[in-house]
């Protein structure tokens, strides 16, 4: 679309074409909306994205963004998207070595192969037992609270309520998750392994009083009312194609290239300036949906923009000729790579990594955690690797806020990205280096990202992947009937920064767009 076409009044304009604002379009177009989407890239999907990060090598990779839990069927259903997810039937595994002996912990492969991995590791039931007890009060848990993401706001004493588990609302929503974590569970790796979904993309300890940690948490184990983290099938671009396939089928307008610059709202009606390589232009809108970061809204709109929150994760891509063997013989890699591989992720190594890098030090074994997207959807490597046994790896490193990169980022980048590794080769029976594959000019094939260049590549405030820090899933002072109301009564937030937005839903995209079509004219 030309800079000349975007023109005139629509009844929803979309700042952002990543999947929220898509969602948003797709609901908001076959409801009978006119709706024009303001991309400032070439491309749509945002953080959702699937690219060819190595040169001459046909790998298409999920660059930012993963695993898909927190989205929706009725998501799907809805806008009848070509879609699809396949489960991994290894969630997790975590080496560890003790006495000497390389070991570790596989979970899944069914029940009782479980079950016989925590007594292998701790040499009793009792931890199999206490596990068994806690993910099944997070199930119940996620069965009750995950529908009511895509339902108005419910207030505290609803959500609880809704809950009706006393033990659970205590350990999630009221003290630390720590707490739990020490009175349930009395192995160190297992305790890590527990923490973790409570710290991923958040900056925070066990047992910090804000309870960050808990709302991370949370997030992690309700999708889908079961907290299984899936594979998008083709890669994460495959589900925003999907979505931008569905908005342009239901007759949105998507312009690629066109960057919003302001937004100027008198409540009832607005008026979106946005640029291109042609120069400026405008176009009315009844309601701006902003799927952006609240700091990008404040600049739109002149607002004062809130503080950043920090990001805090070091991402790596990575394409290996082959997946490297494992000191722990026990195990096939092929399992252990499939489900979350855990890396340096004790208990008392998270602890000691944050309390470094809140010193301002780099963590000395910085935790990480790593799966092979490859293995369970090897349709996104051309034919040619696949029958000669090339594997992806993606890697999320914790506990490496974005102060730590501001002396000199890439030195910084490549000291963390040299000592992550190092960890994880400390439990490979060979180098990952061997096993790394090069691209067509002799290179490794292998890419890094800290926060600050999340930051300048998508504008995420300090490089944090939730836009902000992730909030409770119940209305609190401001946050409207569907938590994505701004002072501006026809300007909505779309994007992450939503109540209840954060990681890969379309959850806040979903509500913008409820919220336009309960308005009065909307």
């Known amino acids: 679309m030309s800079a000349h076409e975007a023109h005139g009044t629509y009844d929803a304009v979309i700042v952002g074409g990543g999947h929220n604002g898509l969602v948003a379009a797709a609901y908001l177009a076959r409801a009978g909306r006119s709706v024009l989407v303001l991309e400032r890239l070439d491309h749509t999907g945002g953080a959702a994205v699937s690219t060819r990060p190595f040169t001459g090598v046909d790998a298409r ?54 079950r016989k991995a925590f007594a292998r590791l701790t040499g009793s039931e009792r931890e199999w037992e206490a596990w068994q007890r806690f993910y099944g009060m997070t199930g119940r848990l996620a069965r009750r609270v995950f529908p009511t993401l895509t339902e108005p706001l419910p207030t505290r004493e609803e959500l609880r309520r809704r809950v009706d588990d006393e033990e659970a609302w205590r350990i999630l929503f009221e003290e630390p998750i720590g707490v739990a974590v ?17 710290l991923i993309g958040t900056f925070a300890d066990a047992h910090d009083p804000s309870l960050a940690q808990n709302r991370c948490f949370l997030y992690h184990v309700i999708g889908g009312g079961t907290g299984d983290w899936d594979v998008p099938v083709g890669g994460m671009g495959a589900l925003t194609d999907a979505l931008a ?134 349709t996104i490597l051309g034919p040619d690797l696949v029958a000669h046994g090339y594997q992806t790896l993606t890697l999320f490193g914790l506990h490496t806020p974005a102060r730590l990169f501001a002396r000199d980022n890439d030195a910084v980048r490549e000291e963390l990205l040299e000592s992550t590794l190092a960890q994880l080769d400390a439990h490979l029976a060979e180098p990952l280096a061997d096993c790394l594959a090069t691209d067509a000019e002799g290179r490794p094939c292998i890419e890094a990202k800290t926060p600050l260049d999340l930051e300048r590549d998508l504008r995420l405030p300090g490089g944090n992947i939730f836009h902000r820090e992730l909030s409770w899933p119940y209305a609190q002072e401001g946050t409207g009937r569907w938590g994505v109301e701004t002072r ?35």
């Open 61 to 114: 990779l999920s660059r930012y963004s993963y695993l898909v839990s927190l989205l929706p069927h009725k998501i799907v259903q809805d806008l009848g998207l070509d879609f699809r997810l396949r489960t991994r039937t290894v969630s997790s595994y975590t080496p560890v070595e003790r006495d000497g002996v390389p070991t570790g912990l596989l979970v899944g492969g069914g029940e009782e192969r479980t």
């Open 182 to 198: 020490e009175d349930r569970f009395a192995d160190d790796l297992v305790r890590g392994v527990v923490l973790t979904d409570a």
């Open 488 to 522: 501006h009564a026809n300007v909505l937030l779309c994007g992450a920064g939503a109540v209840r937005g954060g990681g890969v839903s379309g959850v806040p995209g979903h509500n913008a767009a409820m919220a336009v079509l309960e308005s009065p004219g909307g």
């Open 245 to 378: 396939a569905a908005a342009r089928r239901a007759g949105a307008v998507i312009a690629t290239g066109h960057e919003a610059v302001r937004v100027a709202s008198d409540g009832r009606s607005a008026e979106v300036t946005y640029r291109t390589r042609g120069g400026e232009g405008t176009v009315g809108a009844r309601h701006v949906l902003v799927n952006a970061s609240p700091q990008a809204l404040a600049t739109l709109t002149g607002d004062t923009p809130p503080e950043p929150a920090e990001g805090a994760q070091l991402k790596v891509n990575m394409l290996l000729k082959r997946l490297p063997r494992l000191r722990d013989t026990s195990v096939d890699p092929r399992e252990a790579f499939s489900g979350t591989f855990h890396i340096a992720e004790g208990y008392e190594q998270l602890a000691t990594a944050h309390a470094q890098a809140a010193a301002g030090e780099l963590p000395a074994a910085p935790p990480s955690e790593i799966y092979c997207h490859s293995l369970t959807d090897p």
